[in-house]
């Protein structure tokens, strides 16, 4: 694939999944955006693309707070100009029995794995939608499609980013925007480190 010139933001680019995909997009010629929490992790992914002479950048991102994503979007229009795709692959769990689950960590879980997506995608579409043009890809997972024991509130999340995915494709499809969602399955960084605190 040739992505000479695209602008693409991925989120969650410090670890796992996303730092993979942000260095991908980079190696095919996109210019890459990471915005993630973890400012150690999103500067390391950047220094690698650096040393290996790749465009990688990275914006401190919080999706659990709503000035933090729009503090994002606003940097990332004015450094990318326009925006040609967004990958929303940041993810947070805490894998625990849901009786045991303290509400705060359904409230994060949530903010992080669906609402994040959406205040971002929303930030993000117009110039978009004026431009007829672009991708989105959101990271769900399996546990979405089929439930996963002790992740009952993050296949709730996850299950919740397959339905906004679906129903916004619907209706990005006019401005031939492409809405698409992935769903790994266990074999995870983010699983493999839930479960080691288990």
Same mark, same amino acid.
């Given at each position: 694939? /040739? #992505?000479? /010139?695209?602008?693409?933001?991925?989120?969650?680019?410090?670890?796992?999944?996303?730092?993979?995909?942000?260095?991908?997009?980079?190696?095919? @010629?996109? *210019?890459? +955006?990471? %915005?993630?929490?973890?400012?150690?992790?999103?500067?390391?992914?950047?220094?690698? @693309?650096?040393?290996?002479?790749?465009?990688?950048?990275? #914006?401190?991102?919080? #999706?659990?707070? *709503?000035?933090?994503?729009?503090?994002?979007?606003?940097?990332?229009?004015?450094?990318?100009?326009?925006?040609?795709?967004?990958?929303?692959?940041?993810?947070?769990?805490?894998?625990?029995?849901?009786?045991?689950?303290?509400?705060?960590?359904?409230?994060?879980? &949530?903010?992080?794995?669906?609402?994040?997506?959406?205040?971002?995608?929303?930030?993000? +579409?117009?110039?978009?939608?004026?431009?007829?043009? %672009?991708? &989105?890809?959101?990271?769900?997972? /399996?546990?979405?499609?089929?439930?996963?024991?002790?992740?009952?509130?993050?296949?709730?999340? *996850? @299950?919740?980013?397959?339905?906004?995915? *679906?129903? +916004?494709?619907?209706?990005?499809?006019?401005?031939?925007?492409?809405?698409?969602?992935?769903?790994?399955?266990?074999?995870?960084?983010?699983?493999?480190?839930?479960?080691?605190?288990?």
């Amino acid at each position: 694939m /040739d #992505l000479q /010139d695209r602008a693409v933001i991925v989120t969650g680019g410090a670890s796992g999944i996303g730092r993979a995909t942000a260095l991908l997009l980079a190696r095919e @010629g996109a *210019k890459v +955006l990471i %915005g993630d929490v973890d400012a150690q992790g999103g500067r390391s992914t950047a220094a690698e @693309g650096a040393a290996n002479g790749f465009a990688i950048d990275y #914006l401190p991102l919080d #999706l659990t707070v *709503k000035a933090s994503v729009d503090d994002f979007v606003g940097a990332a229009h004015q450094r990318a100009g326009r925006v040609d795709g967004l990958v929303n692959a940041a993810g947070w769990d805490q894998i625990q029995p849901f009786l045991e689950n303290p509400p705060e960590m359904w409230d994060r879980v &949530i903010a992080v794995n669906l609402m994040g997506a959406i205040r971002l995608t929303r930030g993000i +579409l117009p110039p978009m939608v004026e431009a007829r043009a %672009g991708k &989105i890809v959101n990271i769900s997972s /399996d546990a979405g499609r089929v439930g996963s024991t002790g992740e009952t509130v993050y296949a709730a999340a *996850k @299950g919740g980013l397959i339905a906004f995915t *679906k129903s +916004l494709a619907r209706e990005m499809a006019r401005y031939r925007i492409n809405v698409n969602c992935v769903c790994p399955g266990l074999r995870t960084p983010l699983y493999s480190s839930v479960s080691r605190n288990a």
